[in-house]
Each structure stands twice: as C-alpha cells, then as structure tokens.
T-cell receptor, first 113, second 113 residues
Framework: EAEVAQSPRYKITEKSQAVAFWCDPI?????LYWYRQILGQGPELLVQ????????DSQLPKDRFSAERLKGVDSTLKIQPAELGDSAMYLC???????????FGQGTRLTVV | GENVEQHPSTLSVQEGDSAVIKCTYS??????FPWYKQELGKGPQLIID?????GEKKDQRIAVTLNKTAKHFSLHITETQPEDSAVYFC????????????FGKGTKLSVIP
C-alpha cells in the first residue's frame, strides 16, 4: 500500500540547535504539505508545495523555519534555531494536484529541551 | 480566516452504541469537509468526506451530515466497535483558490467492550 514516509520518527534536540525532518510523498503526488500538530490539537498547515513551488507558506515562521522540495519529489523541513515552543508532531501529507488528503505520514515527534 | 469548533472533546460509548461528533465552521465559502481518524502513534487517516453540494453521505457504519445554513456538520458512527477507539478530527476547506484545511481540536472516542 502506498504511504507517505517520514523520518526520523522521534527527535530530541536542545534549544537553539538546528533540526531537520524528511518526507517522501506517495509516488505521483504533485502536492505536498507540512503540518504541525501540538499535543491535544488538530494539525495546522505550515507550508504547501505544488511540485517544487511553494503555494502557501503564510503560517510558516520564516525567521526560523524553512522548507524545500528541490526536485518536486521529497521534501525537507528545517528549524534553526529550535525553541521550546516548537515541541510538537510534524506531519507530512501528499495529494494529487491539491485534491483530498487521504493519508498523512506517521509524523516526526520533536521534543526541544 | 476559517475557524472550526468541534464537540465533544471526549466521548465514551458502549460497544454497539452510536457515537456522534459535531463541528461548526465560520467561513460560508467553505465547500469541503473531511473527517480524519488518528490512532495512537499514527498520522491522521481520511475516513469520509463531504462537499457542500451534498447534505449527507454514508459509508457502511459511518455517515456525515452537512447543514450549510447553520454551518455545521456531524460524524455518525453506528454499531461502534473497540477498534473505532481513536481521536477523530473534522476539518473544513475554504472555496476556490484556497487549499488550506482548518482542523477542529479533535474528539477522543473510547468504545467500551
């Protein structure tokens, strides 16, 4: 069964350090999303790509967060420097041309200490 | 922007009973309403969705109803089973030109055997 792959599953980092997450979407899905899910809340969109182009990054804290999808396939989300408030689950999802999101990846659980 | 309210935050039902989760949205331009199930340690998975031109949709034991006038939609699960225990999220997507899903805060459903 096709799935969205994410790594690492868990990451513990110290405040002010840099951290990066990786996502490999379902093959053929042109649209890729990064969501952040704080414990006890629903996911919030950080950034959306259509192929290699950013479609929406209005909720991305650009002073410390960056995202890229250089070849329009896999994607990396980076935080530098990490802050305590960044502790959350970071979810990746993909879809065909911005249509329904059927599956999210298992996510990366980030803990900043 | 869109605001989605979800109730209740927790719900316990006996196995075999029905469960109902309700959501309201604020943006009358929203036209797509998916529901996701999130099991422990996994990413959300789409279980059913409805578009604004339809009032009700059913898939086996799961149904969703939409009242556009009142701006609310509901998830109905009949004949609940222990494996239905999970956190359920509703979401709404605004109209043309927007790809962003706005999620509710989730409902933790516990089905008691």
């Amino acid at each position: 069964e096709a799935e969205v792959a994410q790594s690492p599953r868990y990451k513990i980092t110290e405040k002010s350090q840099a951290v990066a997450f990786w996502c490999d979407p379902i093959s053929g899905h042109a649209t890729l999303y990064w969501y952040r899910q704080i414990l006890g809340q629903g996911p919030e969109l950080l950034v959306q790509f259509q192929d290699e182009s950013v479609v929406d990054d209005s909720q991305l804290p650009k002073d410390r967060f960056s995202a890229e999808r250089l070849k329009g396939v896999d994607s990396t989300l980076k935080i530098q420097p990490a802050e305590l408030g960044d502790s959350a689950m970071y979810l990746c999802a993909s879809s065909l041309m911005g249509l329904r999101i059927a599956f999210f990846g298992q996510g990366t659980r980030l803990t900043v200490v | 922007g869109e605001n989605v309210e979800q109730h209740p935050s927790t719900l316990s039902v006996q196995e075999g009973d029905s469960a109902v989760i309700k959501c309201t949205y604020s943006d009358s331009a929203s036209n797509y309403f998916p529901w996701y199930k999130q099991e422990l340690g996994k990413g959300p998975q789409l279980i059913i969705d409805i578009r604004s031109n339809v009032g009700e949709k059913k898939d086996q034991r799961i149904a969703v109803t939409l009242n556009k006038t009142a701006k609310h939609f509901s998830l109905h699960i009949t004949e609940t089973q222990p494996e239905d225990s999970a956190v359920y999220f509703c979401a709404a997507k605004a109209g043309a030109g927007s790809y962003q899903l706005t999620f509710g805060k989730g409902t933790k459903l516990s089905v008691i055997p």
